[in-house]
DNA sequence: TTATTATATTGCAATATTACGATAAAAGAA
DNA sequence: TTCTTTTATCGTAATATTGCAATATAATAA
């Protein structure tokens, strides 16, 4: 079917699933190191920096921007993109949690 | 085309874009809160906990495995499944970094 | 006004993902 | 041995993603 089942899950679960598959893709990983490394705005260099045609980053960057994990302003001719906070602390939380629970509870078995 | 070209991209790029893909699903975001929830390893009850098919929960576990979230033993009958520290550490570490650079330099323009 | 520049959208082809019924495989129980 | 249980794999249909050429849009410059 292709079509995720997504209801069936809670809203939390489908929120941190967006977050992540949003960072799934080598490209978009590339953003957003390239977005920190350079730190706040980004106003017209992205595509230049990637080996992807403009259409193809365009479409990157708007994946970043639906799941939170970026924020655009309009800055005269060029766009200003940058991190977007509140994203990544929402699934760096999960992170944490996982890793909490982890240290917490010590009984593995495997 | 529906190809990524990962090799365009670094390998760190690559590993953890694999990570996060795995996670972008609800189902997947599910099996992993449940393995903590219950702690330790899981043998036998994962299927009875998602609302999806044998198949596909299968798939699932498989996709995760392959990623390094999740590790899996065989126990008789049942498999055995548990939480993967190693791959968690990684993409774990993904976001400490993003966190402490943007908590570190922060002249922000958005 | 007409360029020019930067980014977004459209349309499409190639490929990947999701889901599940049917079936296979592997191990223990009877 | 056959039966039962548990998990994996195969095959397939529906849908999603990736990438880019072509085009559109929006803002400024000339």
């Given at each position: 079917?292709?079509?995720?089942?997504?209801?069936?899950?809670?809203?939390?679960?489908?929120?941190?699933?967006?977050?992540?598959?949003?960072l799934?893709h080598?490209?978009?990983?590339?953003?957003?190191?390239?977005?920190?490394?350079?730190?706040?705005c980004?106003c017209?260099?992205?595509?230049?920096?990637?080996?992807?045609?403009?259409?193809?980053?365009?479409?990157?960057?708007?994946?970043?921007?639906?799941?939170?994990?970026?924020?655009g302003?309009?800055?005269?001719?060029?766009i200003?993109?940058?991190?977007d906070?509140?994203?990544?602390g929402?699934?760096?939380?999960?992170?944490?949690y996982?890793?909490?629970?982890?240290?917490?509870k010590?009984?593995?078995?495997?």
């Amino acid at each position: 079917m292709g079509v995720t089942k997504s209801e069936m899950f809670t809203q939390a679960q489908n929120e941190l699933a967006v977050l992540a598959k949003a960072l799934g893709h080598p490209a978009r990983i590339a953003i957003i190191e390239y977005l920190l490394k350079v730190n706040a705005c980004i106003c017209g260099d992205i595509v230049g920096e990637l080996p992807l045609a403009q259409p193809t980053v365009s479409q990157h960057l708007k994946e970043l921007k639906n799941a939170g994990l970026i924020k655009g302003n309009i800055e005269g001719t060029a766009i200003c993109y940058c991190i977007d906070e509140e994203g990544f602390g929402k699934i760096k939380s999960f992170f944490d949690y996982v890793q909490n629970t982890l240290t917490e509870k010590k009984e593995k078995c495997c």
